[in-house]
């Protein structure tokens, strides 16, 4: 979640103007309670859970196949099998 939420704001200060970097985090929105570490950051940064985004909350395939979307893969270097290529590519922010 750290490497996400910190490439991404590296990104909106250093990358192409004309592009968004958007962390989106590669777990459902109901399983950020099952990780009492990230709560506990959350918390101490006063960061509502809620200006998250979860990769169970947008289809990233719309947006791969209209062509609006590149993602970059951060903390892991492949993604879990269900998630291979026949979905939205090869890579998750």
Do not use: W
């Not at 990780?35 to 289809?59: N, T």
């Not at 196949?65 to 090869?90: F, K």
Request: glycine residues 8%; charged residues 15%; positive net charge.
């Amino acid at each position: 979640m750290v490497c996400a939420l910190v490439y991404a704001y590296f990104l909106s200060k250093t990358g192409d103007p004309g592009s968004r970097a958007v962390p989106v985090l590669n777990i459902r929105q109901s399983e950020l309670s099952l990780r009492p570490d990230a709560v506990f950051l959350l918390q101490q940064l006063s960061l509502s859970p809620d200006l998250l985004l979860f990769r169970d909350q947008l289809d990233l395939r719309v947006l791969v196949h209209a062509g609006r979307l590149a993602l970059t893969l951060v903390d892991h270097n492949v993604l879990p099998r269900y998630q291979g290529r026949g979905g939205a590519g090869s890579h998750v922010m």
